[in-house]
């Protein structure tokens, strides 16, 4: 059938990807070598799934990899930038680099999920409800009255029988999530 006949491959049969790098990329590089301080360029060579790509890590390990378009791009982007460049595959990636990621992994791993500590259980469920029939985003941990009131006219609007052709199922729940939120 061929449904991803259209799709560059390789002589084993891998499929390339198909974006080039743009100048968008080089673009992002540049503001990122040019915003932190110490980056280091990383060339890794084209394989079977990706293109030549440059990987920029800062002295804090802080990094970005970004496609180019051949290895030789990449030496005159580190030395226009002043940057050294290494490769890869020879050097291996910094310590700092994989520090940083271990660093950002647990920030994201205990940074507790928002709690709406002004909220009961049962009122808390109730604002979520109302929040994914408007389509809101969630309210901060403490929401104040005019934001709950806001969701709930947003809410109605959007439950609303007539715009549902006369079905009041998310219409009752509208109105039992205002119920228990005192809205009524």
Do not use: C
Request: aromatic share 6%; net charge positive; proline share 5%.
């Amino acid at each position: 059938m061929g449904w991803f006949s259209k799709r560059k491959r390789t002589d084993g049969g891998g499929v390339v990807s198909d974006r080039d790098a743009t100048r968008a990329d080089l673009a992002a590089l540049r503001e990122f070598a040019e915003t932190r301080r110490g980056v280091e360029a990383f060339v890794e060579p084209a394989t079977s799934v990706t293109q030549t790509t440059v990987l920029l890590v800062a002295s804090d390990g802080e990094w970005t990899r970004k496609r180019i378009a051949s290895p030789k791009v990449a030496s005159d982007f580190a030395r226009k930038q002043g940057i050294p460049l290494y490769d890869a595959n020879r050097v291996g990636y910094p310590q700092r680099m994989r520090d940083y990621n271990q660093r950002s992994s647990a920030q994201r791993t205990t940074t507790p999920s928002p709690q709406r500590a002004s909220l009961s259980p049962e009122r808390f469920k109730a604002l979520m409800v109302l929040e994914s029939i408007a389509g809101a985003e969630p309210l901060g941990k403490e929401p104040s009255a005019e934001e709950i009131e806001r969701v709930w006219k947003r809410a109605r609007t959007t439950a609303h029988p007539d715009r549902r052709g006369g079905d009041r199922t998310q219409w009752d729940k509208v109105e039992e999530a205002a119920r228990t939120l005192g809205l009524h």
